[in-house]
């Protein structure tokens, strides 16, 4: 006999959600972190039945991996499929069909759209004058404002659609989204790129630390062509915190 969901046990499971690589591993990868954050909920179910609900656990500690910010989607249809006494096989496949697609969504959407946007525009705030610290916080407060919507918005389409829950990011369109943040970055670029080349020292405006950054980028992206986004990212992300240094330094 399972129980209904409770506001409690879904809160509870989406602060978990956060921590769901806290025990990535090369076997289960996300496992053991989906299954200590369904365990909430879990408990809520089969809260008269203890047997049931050790089974229901260690069938969640099997191998699962998505990108972290969207397995919320993942985390909360698996517990609309226990709520609603889904046969755990059925519950099992479903997780294999959508950990792929949650991957792909996820890298395409946050490491190789939303993150470079936020962070040249960061850098396009600072070369307009902001302070260094501000840059920063400027960089945190939308960038984490954009990642903890998809969070919030991925455990609820999961606990909303359960099984059906395709047709819900069919509609969301989270590939559309990634698509449209590139030509947005792109702008941003040209637009530091036309500020430094029409600076009245030219690059030499920038500073020696800018200007090898810049080399680095572009030797990395010379040799690696777009396997280097990702470094990319990580030190479009460093500039940003050296910024920071220096604006609370000075």
Same mark, same amino acid.
């Given at each position: ?22 025990? &990535?591993? /090369? ?8 299954? @200590? ?10 809260? $008269?039945?203890? $047997? ?9 500690? *099997?191998?699962?991996? +998505?990108? !972290? /910010?969207? =397995? ?14 889904? %046969? ?8 294999? #069909?959508?950990?792929? !697609?949650?991957?792909?969504?996820? $890298?395409?959407?946050?490491?190789? =759209? ?7 525009? %960061?850098?396009?705030? /600072? ?6 610290? &501000? ?7 939308? /960038? ?16 909303? =659609? ?9 509609? +969301?369109?989270?590939?559309? @989204?990634?698509?449209?943040? *590139? !030509? ?10 036309? #500020?430094?080349?029409?600076? !009245? $020292? ?7 630390? @800018? ?17 280097? @986004? ?13 910024? +920071? ?6």
């Amino acid at each position: 006999m399972t129980g209904p969901l409770t506001r409690g046990a879904v809160v509870s499971t989406f602060l978990r959600s956060f921590l769901i690589q806290g025990s &990535w591993n /090369y076997r289960t990868m996300l496992g053991t972190g989906f299954a @200590w954050a369904m365990l909430p909920g879990l408990r809520r179910i089969f809260r $008269d039945d203890p $047997d049931a609900l050790s089974r229901a656990l260690q069938r969640h500690l *099997e191998h699962f991996n +998505a990108h !972290p /910010y969207l =397995a919320g989607v993942a985390l909360g249809a698996a517990l609309r499929l226990e709520a609603d006494g889904t %046969a755990p096989a059925v519950v099992s496949r479903f997780k294999t #069909a959508v950990r792929g !697609p949650l991957g792909a969504l996820g $890298d395409a959407l946050v490491w190789a =759209a939303w993150l470079p946007f936020v962070a040249v525009a %960061a850098l396009a705030l /600072y070369w307009l004058g902001l302070p260094g610290g &501000w840059t920063v916080i400027a960089f945190l407060g939308v /960038y984490n404002v954009g990642h903890i919507a998809l969070r919030v918005w991925g455990l609820r389409a999961g606990l909303a =659609a359960g099984r059906d829950v395709a047709g819900r990011l069919t509609r +969301a369109d989270l590939a559309g @989204w990634a698509r449209r943040l *590139e !030509p947005a970055s792109v702008f941003l670029i040209g637009l530091l790129a036309g #500020a430094l080349l029409t600076a !009245p $020292d030219g690059l030499r405006e920038a500073g020696a630390a @800018w200007i090898g950054l810049a080399a680095l980028a572009f030797a990395g992206g010379l040799v690696g062509g777009h396997r280097t @986004w990702r470094p990319a990212a990580m030190l479009t992300v460093t500039a940003v915190a050296l910024i +920071a240094a220096v604006g609370v330094l000075t």
